[in-house]
């Protein structure tokens, strides 16, 4: 079974300070690409960063990146420096090329 | 168009009533999602279309939910006779192919309240 798991419902950071949301996922692929994705209360997801997983260096996007551990099937997101619109649910997925499989997600928010 | 667009952005309907909900993917974008996200749930994947290929229907919670894609572009997503475990926020996303690199790109959603 394919299932992806974020065990933290609710995190909060300081503003400024830094903050990791963690992530395991379950697939008999070798070969998917992973993916981190913020819904702030708008509820327009977008795009945080993605992972391809066949490769070994952790991907990073500005303040954000990644901590890819294969062999332990994590994937988690450090946000660094964090900002007040960074408040938001944050769904960890992977996409195996027939379907896409999210986590049930962190809320997170930023306190000033 | 410039992103992903849904319609409407409210349903508000009484149970028993049929819904229409709308998805404009990206222009270009061959594959496209539906997804329902229920209050503090994450994303339950409900059908996906890729080009002229059949869909996987293989998430529609039952034979109420159906979805149609005309021209490979526009998407509508049917549920009949509503009941109130439909209330949710149904997100739409299109990406380029089905290929697993690529990203999905999200509509804002239609929220469902059925009463």
């Known amino acids: 079974a394919q299932t992806v798991t974020q065990s933290q419902p609710e995190m909060s950071v300081q503003e400024a300070e830094t903050v990791t949301l963690s992530c395991t996922y379950d697939?008999?692929?070798?070969?998917?690409?992973l993916f981190w994705y913020k819904q702030p209360p708008s509820r327009q997801m977008i795009l945080v960063i993605r992972?391809?997983?066949?490769?070994?260096q952790n991907a990073t996007e500005n303040r954000f990146s990644v901590n890819f551990q294969k062999a332990a099937k994590s994937f988690s997101l450090k946000i660094s420096d964090s900002q007040l619109g960074d408040t938001a649910m944050y769904f960890c997925?992977?996409?195996?090329?027939?379907?896409?499989?999210f986590g049930t997600g962190t809320s997170l928010t930023v306190i000033p | 168009g410039a992103g992903v667009s849904q319609s409407p952005s409210n349903k508000v309907t009484e149970k028993g009533k049929d819904v229409e909900l709308r998805c404009d993917p990206i222009?270009?974008?061959?594959?496209l999602y539906w997804y329902r996200q229920s209050l503090g749930q994450g994303l339950e994947f409900l059908i996906y279309?890729?080009?002229?290929?059949?869909?996987?229907k293989s998430g529609l919670p039952s034979d109420r939910f159906s979805a149609e894609r005309t021209g490979g572009s526009v998407s509508t997503l049917t549920i009949q006779r509503t009941q109130q475990e439909d209330s949710a926020v149904y997100l739409c996303?299109?990406?380029?192919?089905?290929?697993?690199?690529?990203?999905?790109?999200f509509g804002p959603g239609t929220r469902l309240l059925v009463l």
């Open positions: 992972q391809e997983a066949y490769k070994q």
């Open positions: 997925a992977f996409n195996t090329g027939n379907q896409f499989y």
């Open positions: 279309f890729q080009g002229n290929s059949a869909p996987d």
């Open positions: 996303a299109s990406s380029q192919g089905q290929v697993k690199q690529e990203t999905q790109y």
């Open positions: 222009s270009g974008h061959t594959a």
């Open positions: 697939t008999s692929e070798s070969n998917y690409y």
